[in-house]
């Protein structure tokens, strides 16, 4: 069977991402798995060549797409995933963390946590779902995906005593959810909902915003996350940290996220 061709954008000339890519691809484990493309950055932020990544692959010429981390302030995007999402016009769209030991889903992203009660509606917990219960099915093989959705409010809300998020919002999502994904349960508390995935009891948790989901996923695979883009034309995955500008050109960066997220590309791009 053909390899598929992966590109990758190495991020942020200033970050580790150069360093983790270029360790990465010395693998030979890697290597054997797809055909990788680097494109080299053509800025001082690494964005000019997301540009050129996303033209070839509206094209058709590759399957996949790693990111090394960029610095948002410096790019002056919210992210890869809202960016990606425009230039491809997708609507439904949604951030996936993966390891082995746990997947997890946020609905909101990268928002102050000021504006996130505001920011969720039935429509953006549902796609999360959505996406989720497609993916664990297509690219994981589970065929009856367990989903804990967790509320937003301390004891996902204690029926309305502690935030009404969950009654008139998440409750109603779930239920409509459920007609495509029947494994679906919630909302859960967040510390039951990530107890639940870490003893196997559920497949994937789907998060209320980015904290809620980052936190207990970066304690258990902190070196071996993976950030994949659901819902995108093609598939796209990067390593789950930052441009670290404080050990950059140490040559001290552990490149593990970086090979999990090029493995990842390429065990997708075979479905």
């Known amino acids: 069977m053909k390899k598929p061709l ?61 990111t090394a981390p960029v610095n948002k302030s410096v790019v002056r995007f919210k992210g890869h995933t809202e960016y990606l999402a425009k230039a491809t016009n997708t609507r439904k769209f949604a951030m996936m963390f993966y390891a082995a030991s746990m997947k997890v889903t946020i609905v909101t992203r990268h928002l102050p946590l000021l504006k996130v009660p505001r920011s ?17 099915k297509k690219y994981f093989e589970i065929s009856k995906p367990r989903i804990g959705v967790c509320g937003l409010n301390p004891h996902a809300g204690e029926q309305g005593l502690m935030g009404d998020e969950e009654k008139k919002i998440i409750i109603p999502a779930i239920k409509r959810a459920k007609r495509n994904a029947p494994g679906v349960q919630g909302p859960l508390p967040g510390d039951a909902a990530f107890y639940m995935a870490h003893k196997g009891m559920l497949d994937a948790v789907v998060a209320m915003y980015h904290d809620q989901g980052l936190a207990p996923f970066k304690m258990l695979a902190f070196n071996k996350g993976v950030n994949v883009t659901l819902g995108l034309p093609f598939i796209r995955t990067s390593p789950d940290h930052g441009t670290a500008y404080d050990i950059a050109g140490k040559g001290i960066a552990d490149p593990n996220s970086m090979k999990e997220a090029m493995k990842l590309a390429a065990r997708m791009s075979a479905y």
């Open 6 to 66: 992966i590109l990758i954008t190495t991020g942020d000339p200033k970050g580790i991402g150069p360093e983790v890519t270029r360790k990465a691809l010395k693998d030979p484990r890697i290597k054997k798995m797809a055909d990788f493309f680097v494109i080299e950055p053509v800025d001082g932020t690494g964005f000019g060549a997301i540009k050129k990544a996303v033209e070839i692959l509206k094209k058709g010429r590759a399957q996949a797409l790693v």
């Open 120 to 136: 969720l509606t039935r429509e953006n917990i549902e796609t999360a779902i959505d996406l989720t219960n497609k993916a664990l």
